[in-house]
C-alpha cells in the first residue's frame, strides 16, 4: 500500500534531516534547492512512480526518473536511500573520498537509482527523450520523469530537446521545472529572465500544468495524477513547479543566499528545531 500525505510529510522532515546532515558534515554541497524539492520527490519515489523492486540501467517496466539538475543530489540520494535502492547509513559518505555519493551524481561507480551523470547542466531532458523513445522501441508504456532547474533553462540544449520531444510525438515523457526563481547567481529574472515558462513551452509544442503549490503534498499528488493523464496523446507533458528554495528551514527560505553553503553548527542546530527526526530516524 502506499503511504499517505502523513506519512510522505513525516518522511519529508526526514529528508530535510538528511540533507542538512549532509552538507553540514563536509561543510559544502547545495542544500537550497535540495530542500524545495523535497515534497516533490518524497512524492513521486513514494507515491507517483511505478517501481519495481532493485535496481538495473534499463528500468523496462516501469517508469523512471532523471535529475538534470544534479546539483540537488542530496535530496535525490536521500530519497533513494529511503526508497530502498541502497543502505541509508551510507548518506554518511557524501562528498568524502572513495564516495559513491559524489557532490554530483555519476555512473561509474554505479550506485543504484542513478541513470545519468549530471554535473552539467541543460543536459537531461535530451536523455530523458532518448530514454522514452527506448521504451516505445520495447512496447514498454512506462512514463520518464525528469526534473530540471529554472535557471537550467538557460542552458541552449534544453530548446532543442524541447523541439524534438514535440516534432517526434514523444507524449511519454513529464518533464518538471523546479520554478523557485533562483540560482547561484540570484534571482532568476536577473540573472537572465526566462520570460513566461509557460509560454515557451506552449509554443514549442507541449502540453503544460501549472502547479502553484510546488511544496504542497496533496497539489503535488492531484497535479501529477493530471499530467499522467495528459500523457500518451501525442505530445509531451511538462509541469511546472513553484517551489521555495530552502523550504522548511525559515532562515534558508526566500533567498538565493544558500543555494550552494552549508550550514555552520549553531545554524544546522536551529533548522534541526524546525525539523525534527521523525520515525524514520536519523542515518
Known amino acids: 500500500m502506499k503511504p499517505n500525505t502523513q506519512q510522505l510529510t513525516e518522511l519529508t522532515t526526514q529528508v530535510r534531516r538528511d540533507i542538512l546532515r549532509m552538507v553540514h558534515a563536509v561543510s559544502s554541497g547545495h542544500p537550497g534547492g535540495s530542500l524545495g524539492c523535497a515534497e516533490f520527490l518524497v512524492t513521486l519515489y513514494q507515491r507517483l512512480m511505478d517501481r519495481k523492486e532493485g535496481f538495473d540501467m534499463d528500468g523496462k517496466d516501469e517508469d523512471i526518473f532523471f535529475l538534470s539538475n544534479g546539483h540537488i543530489s542530496p535530496v535525490f540520494y536521500s530519497v533513494l536511500a529511503r526508497s530502498g535502492y541502497f543502505p541509508v547509513s551510507e548518506l554518511a559518505t557524501f562528498r568524502k573520498i572513495n ?44 512514463l520518464v520523469y525528469v526534473l530540471l532547474g529554472d535557471g537550467e533553462l538557460q542552458e541552449g540544449q534544453n530548446w532543442e530537446a524541447l523541439m524534438y520531444a514535440s516534432a517526434k510525438n514523444v507524449d511519454n515523457i513529464i518533464a ?108
Not at 543536459?123 to 527523450?129: I, K, T
Not at 553548527?265 to 528545531?273: R, S, T
Open 99 to 142: 564516495t559513491r555519493l559524489q557532490g554530483h551524481p555519476t555512473t561509474h561507480d554505479h550506485l543504484p537509482g542513478v541513470r545519468m551523470a549530471s554535473g552539467s547542466l541543460g543536459q537531461g531532458l535530451s536523455v530523458a527523450c532518448g530514454a522514452a523513445q527506448a521504451k516505445k522501441l520495447n512496447n514498454d508504456n512506462h
Open 176 to 283: 518538471t521545472v523546479d520554478l523557485n526563481g533562483k540560482q547561484i547567481d540570484g534571482p532568476t529574472d536577473k540573472v537572465l529572465d526566462l520570460g513566461s515558462v509557460r509560454a515557451k513551452f506552449e509554443a514549442f509544442g507541449w502540453d503544460v500544468i501549472e502547479l502553484k503549490e510546488g511544496n504542497n503534498i496533496d497539489a503535488i499528488i492531484k497535479g501529477y495524477e493530471e499530467a499522467k493523464a495528459k500523457t500518451g496523446k501525442g505530445k509531451p507533458v511538462c509541469v511546472l513547479l513553484h517551489t521555495e528554495m530552502g523550504n522548511g528551514v525559515d532562515f534558508m527560505m526566500g533567498t538565493h543566499a544558500w543555494h550552494g553553503k552549508a550550514p555552520n553548527d549553531a545554524q544546522l542546530e536551529e533548522a534541526f528545531k524546525q525539523n525534527p527526526e521523525t520515525s524514520f530516524g536519523d542515518y
